[in-house]
C-alpha cells in the first residue's frame, strides 16, 4: 500500500514539474505593460501634486536645507524618478495598446486591488492637503527637556492607522500602535537628530 502511495506522489512531482513552477502569484498575470503604465501616470500625478505642495510649505527662511518640505520633494522626486523607468518600460512592452481593455477586462480581484489603490491614492492626497491647512503645535517639558507635538504628529498617526488597516488587516489597536511608535521616531529622528522641521508649525 505504501509503495502505491508512493508511486502517486512520484505521478504528481512529475505532472507538476511538467506544467513548471507556479509561485503564489503569477507575475505575468498579475502585472502587464497596460497595468504599469496606468499605474505610472496615476503614481506620477501624485508625486507632482505632493511636491508642489511641499514646495509651498512656510519656509523658517534660514537654509534650503531645514524647509520642511526637504524631505516630502526629495521622496517625491526619487520616486518619480522610479515610475517615470516603469513608464518607458511599460511603453517599450507595447503598454499603450489596447489600454482601454484593461479596464472593461478586469476581474473580481483584479477590482479589488484597484479599489484598494485609489483608495491609497486618496489618503495621501488628503494626508498632505490636511498637512497643508492644519498647522499647531504644543510645547511641554518633560523631566527638563522641552518637548514638541505639532500637527503633523496629530494627522500622521490616524491616517497612517487608517493605511495600515485597510491594506495590513490587522486589530485598529495594533495598527494604531505601530502608527504611534513609527511616526513618534520618525519625528524625534528628524527634529532632534537632524534638526529638520516637520511640516506644519514646527
Known amino acids: 500500500m505504501s509503495a502505491e502511495r508512493g508511486d502517486a506522489y512520484l505521478e504528481q512531482a512529475k505532472a ?14 498579475a502585472s502587464t505593460p497596460q497595468k504599469d503604465l496606468l499605474s505610472a501616470c496615476v503614481m506620477a500625478a501624485v508625486c507632482i501634486f505632493a ?5 509651498q510649505m512656510p519656509d ?7 524647509h520642511p518640505g526637504l524631505l516630502p520633494i526629495v521622496v517625491g ?17 507595447g503598454g499603450a495598446r489596447n489600454l482601454g481593455s484593461l479596464i472593461s ?14 483608495l491609497l491614492i486618496a489618503l495621501v492626497i488628503v494626508f498632505v492637503v490636511t498637512l497643508d491647512v492644519v498647522t499647531f503645535r504644543f510645547r511641554f517639558a518633560v523631566g527638563g527637556i522641552e518637548l514638541k507635538l505639532s500637527s503633523f504628529e496629530c494627522v500622521a498617526i490616524p491616517m497612517t492607522t487608517v493605511i495600515l488597516k485597510v491594506f495590513w488587516r490587522k486589530s485598529i489597536l495594533l495598527c494604531l500602535l505601530t502608527a504611534v511608535i ?8 528628524f527634529r532632534y537628530g537632524f534638526k529638520i522641521p516637520m511640516p506644519g508649525v514646527d
Open 182 to 189: 513609527a511616526v513618534l521616531l520618525l519625528t524625534a529622528a
Open 77 to 93: 522626486a526619487s520616486l518619480l524618478a522610479m515610475v517615470i523607468g516603469l513608464a518607458v518600460r511599460a511603453l517599450r512592452e
Open 16 to 29: 507538476k514539474l511538467s506544467e513548471g513552477f507556479h509561485g503564489e502569484e503569477d507575475i505575468e498575470a
Open 51 to 55: 511636491m508642489v505642495l511641499a514646495w
Open 105 to 118: 477586462g478586469q476581474t473580481s480581484d483584479d477590482e479589488d486591488e484597484a479599489w484598494r489603490a485609489w
Open 60 to 66: 523658517p527662511g534660514r537654509t534650503i536645507y531645514t
